[in-house]
Nanobody
Framework: QVQLVESGGGLVQAGGSLRLSCAAS????????MGWYRQAPGKQREFVAT???????NYADSVKGRFTISRDNAKNTLYLQMNSLKPEDTAVYHC?????????????WGQGTQVTVSS
């Protein structure tokens, strides 16, 4: 089991920045990858960024060049630095931890943190 707690969301003007954090606890050593997803009102949850245990990163086209995913293994914390924010970035941002075990994939989710970007 993995427990995830996000923080760092808030209200920011367009062009501003925020840094989200995701504190992980539990069976952290089993995690193969972590990522950020977001869900805007009336829309499905969408991929934002991921980072693997080998530090391979991947970003959605909509955030490339503006967002940076990173992690601090000593603090068991995942980050998402968001710059040049746009109103369309407004959503609840969720942290995900993925474990691959026995041929199956298990995803653990945090409760989410609200990001609101005003125009």
């Amino acid at each position: 089991q993995v427990q995830l707690v996000e923080s760092g969301g808030g209200l920011v003007q367009a062009g501003g920045s925020l840094r989200l954090s995701c504190a992980a606890s539990g069976t952290i050593s089993s995690i193969n990858a972590m990522g950020w997803y977001r869900q805007a009102p009336g829309k499905q949850r969408e991929f934002v960024a991921t980072i693997t245990i080998g530090d391979s990163v991947n970003y959605a086209d909509s955030v490339k060049g503006r967002f940076t995913i990173s992690r601090d293994n000593a603090k068991n914390t995942l980050y998402l630095q968001m710059n040049s924010l746009k109103p369309e970035d407004t959503a609840v941002y969720h942290c995900d931890a993925r474990i691959n075990r026995g041929g199956r994939t298990y995803d653990y989710w945090g409760q989410g943190t609200q990001v609101t970007v005003s125009s």
